[in-house]
């Protein structure tokens, strides 16, 4: 069954640098996401990607966040200057018709010091 | 979108079937219901869909009365690996409108 991966499953990281965090969705699926969960809280929306641009963003998507598909398969997430804040679990999602039926990879866990 | 109330908690022993119900009034005519099941750890995980009547596939089955304003996700004799959250999400079918909104969804415990 295909599914959705990601990569690294666990980033350290300090404090003013930057991580990228890579996915490699459904190979058919045409709509990205990518959604974060702070310990113990929601999952939260982040962004949507669809058409080779961003269809929705939330509050949270600000400058210090950008995505990217750079070739056929990869959708990344970077977060250009860390704050502590930004320690969460990190999930990507795709889907083939956009819509409430997403697939989730296994997450990244941000850890930021 | 509108917006969903299911209960923060139940207990389960295993064996038995569970129903969660999601209640839903400002379903908008076009919004489908769905579930997702989430494990500590990892991510939401999709489990049945539906629009009206009965939904049934090899994990749930999924009632939506016809009035729509709820719903109610049925678990068959769960065993201890059901444990999870179960968000409970109405929103349109398809498009770009995917961005998925979870609350805090309705925590699963199932004790032998």
């Known amino acids: 069954e295909p599914e959705v991966t990601q990569t690294p499953s666990h980033q350290v990281t300090q404090m003013g640098q930057e991580v990228i965090l890579r996915c490699v969705p459904i190979?058919?699926?045409?709509?990205f996401y990518w959604y974060r969960q702070i310990l113990g809280q929601k999952v939260e929306f982040l962004v949507s990607?669809?058409?080779?641009?961003?269809?929705?963003k939330s509050e949270i998507f600000d400058d210090q966040f950008s995505v990217e598909r750079p070739d056929g398969s990869n959708f990344t997430l970077k977060i250009r200057s860390t704050k502590l804040e930004d320690s969460a679990m990190y999930f990507c999602?795709?889907?083939?018709?956009?819509?409430?039926?997403?697939?989730f990879g296994p997450g990244t866990r941000l850890t930021v010091t | 979108l509108a917006k969903t109330t299911q209960p923060i908690s139940m207990d389960s022993y295993e064996g038995q079937e569970v129903n969660i119900t999601c209640s839903h009034n400002?379903?908008?005519?076009?919004?489908?219901i769905t579930w997702y099941q989430q494990f500590p750890s990892q991510g939401p995980r999709f489990i049945i869909q539906?629009?009206?009547t009965k939904v049934t596939n090899e994990v749930a089955s999924l009632f939506i009365p016809a009035d729509r304003k709820s719903s109610t996700l049925s678990l068959p004799r769960v065993s201890l690996s059901d444990t999870a959250v179960y968000y409970c999400?109405?929103?349109?079918?398809?498009?770009?409108?995917?961005?998925?909104?979870f609350g805090k969804g309705t925590k699963l415990s199932v004790k032998p």
């Open positions: 400002n379903i908008a005519t076009n919004d489908y």
């Open positions: 990607f669809y058409n080779n641009e961003i269809s929705e």
């Open positions: 999400l109405v929103g349109p079918y398809g498009g770009s409108q995917g961005n998925l909104i």
């Open positions: 539906g629009y009206k």
């Open positions: 190979s058919n699926h045409l709509y």
């Open positions: 999602a795709s889907t083939l018709a956009g819509g409430y039926e997403q697939y």
